[in-house]
């Protein structure tokens, strides 16, 4: 059986920095197993192995913009915490590769891959996780919440116990995903580099090494690898409420047919639907600093993508910010690399994602206003326009039969 230690890092710390340089020069280790996968090994590593075609257009196929956004606000934060203290993230993980490379030690990525890990994170939060996080980011970027973190004193297990129990009252969902999963995972990664009688060195984030220590002193307990890494079914709603707001449009539109009211009623509620669908897509498209023709193309495409839950108005609002600003695989590392939102707003990449989610945003928004400020715009008391569209429809159908 190999020896092993751990050492809890924050990733933003010299302290951190300085402990893994003690503890590889003191425990000399044969094997330094890092947090990290293959993809966020080569970013730390400044290799971009992709071409520049597909990599943006896997991005953009991807379809859930949302779920990119938080997830560079999420880097956006951590860089920023680590600009005010003089420190790039990541770094303790760098100097760990770097004197390993120096040394000649083997070198182990013992992290699920990010990828994974974003997925099952936004796909198993509650739409009330969601929001909270987005707000929460949306404070921390802007930064009205402000009292100055003890960077060093985020290793120290009390207070990291104690960060960890606030993260599962606010979002119980994403802390089993980044947290509890990994911690799994980390562990199944590391039992198999103990198997021989070498000394590991693993080097994590302080808020794994309870978790892994529990799992590694218990190993029956640790969830099936399987169960840790497959993909997670996203939550229904959105295609529910999206049929649902096929469902009463077109009851509506049925109950303003057969109503008798006429159809200049008909073709101003369809009036409605288009103005008010599409100018709040495209006024979520110029928010997000899209050009007009983006926003044009969002306003001609939100009335019929509110009406199909399998399209987005923001879809196409991104094509064609595509076409004019014309992102490449460079702009990636350029958004890990931004030092500010205005910095980041201005690579073309950003703007694409930034102008999808906010188009859809816009066009989500009309489609609910639209339900509640249609019948005061037609002046028409509703319900006696459905009570009245559909008795007549009932009649129609008695006296068919």
């Known amino acids: 059986m190999g020896e092993l230690k751990i050492i809890g890092t924050a990733h933003v710390s010299q302290k951190s920095i300085d402990e893994v340089i003690a503890g590889i020069n003191e425990f000399q280790p044969d094997i330094i197993a890092v947090e990290l996968d293959p993809p966020r090994y080569a970013a730390l590593k400044q290799q971009d192995s992709q071409t520049e075609g597909p990599g943006v257009s896997e991005i953009l196929a991807s379809g859930n913009m949302t779920q990119l956004l938080v997830q560079w606000l999420l880097a956006y934060v951590q860089r920023k915490i680590g600009m005010n203290v003089g420190i790039e993230p990541g770094a303790e993980m760098k100097e760990a590769i770097r004197l390993a490379e120096e040394k000649g030690i083997r070198v182990a990525l013992i992290d699920r891959d990010i990828r994974i890990t974003l997925s099952r994170f936004w796909s198993g939060m509650t739409f009330r996780e969601k929001f909270r996080m987005i707000y929460a980011l949306t404070v921390s970027i802007t930064g009205v919440s402000g009292d100055e973190i003890d960077i060093d004193a985020l290793t120290e297990q009390d207070v990291v116990t104690l960060a960890l129990e606030e993260f599962r009252k606010f979002s119980p969902n994403g802390a089993k995903a980044l947290i509890d999963e990994r911690d799994a995972y980390l562990a199944h990664s590391i039992i198999p580099l103990m198997r021989g009688d070498q000394r590991i060195l693993a ?72 103005i008010i669908n599409g100018t709040l897509a495209a006024l979520g498209t110029l928010l997000a600093r899209g050009h007009p023709i983006s926003a044009l193309v969002a306003f001609c495409a939100a009335w019929l993508t509110s009406l199909n839950p399998l399209i987005a108005a923001g879809w196409f609002a991104a094509i064609a910010e595509v076409k004019i600003r014309k992102p490449a695989i460079s702009d990636i590392k350029a958004i890990s690399k931004a030092e500010s939102i205005r910095e980041m707003s201005k690579i073309p990449l950003f703007r694409v994602v930034l102008v999808a989610a906010f188009a859809n945003i816009g066009s989500t928004l009309g489609t609910f206003l639209y339900f509640i400020f249609i019948f005061p715009l037609l002046g028409i008391d509703p319900t006696v326009l459905i009570s009245e569209g559909f008795t007549n429809i009932w009649n129609m159908v008695t006296n068919l039969f």
């Not at 307990?221 to 890494?229: E, G, I, Y």
């Not at 649902?244 to 509620?269: K, N, R």
């Open 203 to 274: 080097v994590v984030g302080a808020g794994h090494v309870r978790g892994i220590t529990q799992y590694l002193s218990d190993p029956q307990s640790l969830p099936p690898m399987k169960d840790l890494t497959a993909q997670i079914k996203g939550r229904p709603w959105a295609k529910i409420i999206g049929v649902g707001v096929l469902l009463l449009f077109l009851s509506l539109i049925i109950a303003i047919i057969f109503s008798g009211v006429g159809y200049d009623v008909l073709i101003t509620a369809l009036l409605w639907w288009i």
